[in-house]
T-cell receptor, first 112, second 115 residues
Framework: GDSVTQMEGPVTLSEEAFLTINCTYT??????LFWYVQYPGEGLQLLLK?????DKGSNKGFEATYRKETTSFHLEKGSVQVSDSAVYFC???????????FGKGTTLSVSS | NAGVTQTPKFRILKIGQSMTLQCTQD?????MYWYRQDPGMGLKLIYY???????DKGEVPNGYNVSRSTTEDFPLRLELAAPSQTSVYFC??????????????FGSGTRLTVV
């Protein structure tokens, strides 16, 4: 069935470092892809999304490109801040479009 | 614009007790969902609804029930609470057209402990 695999965390970086969080997926059809972020004690918030191959989603300095040939949607940011410390979830729509399937999440910790 | 509102935020239940987690959305989204989040396990879908009067099971429905009498409300009922139901519960809603889902808006969660 459809699934999402994220790199295991935690990812620990210094402020202003480059961030990559890997996400690969298995899906039938052409899913939409999402990154969600969860700050401590809060619900998940949509960070960015892409709906078709080669689309690039971007928001708040984060970017991810929908790569159909490698079935990937890696999250990147050129210079992380302490305030980016959170858990990041990759997700895709199931084939019917009725629900999202989430990865297990990757914890990012940024120190000053 | 309130988005998705969940109540209560915290609750402690004794084994065998029952309770209802409330969820309301004001975005006129047709789809609504309940997930549970356990440490290191990501989110698991409990139940979902594609419209008023229509509900369906997700990945982990046992021990839970739902109803969707209106577009806005999607309560989750726990009957005979068990320690395995200790978790953080998230409600979400989305707009979907055919097989295209626009993505979720989440509530802030309910942290439930069963003792």
């Amino acid at each position: 069935g459809d699934s999402v695999t994220q790199m295991e965390g935690p990812v620990t970086l210094s402020e202003e470092a480059f961030l990559t969080i890997n996400c690969t997926y298995t899906a039938t059809g052409y899913p939409s892809l999402f990154w969600y972020v969860q700050y401590p004690g809060e619900g998940l918030q949509l960070l960015l999304k892409a709906t078709k191959a080669d689309d690039k989603g971007s928001n708040k300095g984060f970017e991810a490109t929908y790569r159909k040939e490698t079935t990937s949607f890696h999250l990147e940011k050129g210079s992380v801040q302490v305030s980016d410390s959170a858990v990041y979830f990759c997700a895709l729509t199931n084939q019917a479009g009725t629900a999202l399937i989430f990865g297990k999440g990757t914890t990012l910790s940024v120190s000053s | 614009n309130a988005g998705v509102t969940q109540t209560p935020k915290f609750r402690i239940l004794k084994i065998g007790q029952s309770m209802t987690l409330q969820c309301t959305q004001d975005m006129n989204h047709n789809y609504m969902y309940w997930y549970r989040q356990d440490p290191g396990m990501g989110l698991k879908l409990i139940y979902y609804s594609v419209g008023a009067g229509i509900t369906d099971k997700g990945e982990v429905p046992n021990g839970y029930n739902v109803s969707r009498s209106t577009t806005e409300d999607f309560p989750l009922r726990l009957e005979l609470a068990a320690p395995s139901q200790t978790s953080v519960y998230f409600c979400a809603s989305s707009r979907a057209e055919g097989s295209f889902n626009y993505g979720y808006t989440f509530g802030s969660g309910t942290r439930l402990t069963v003792v």
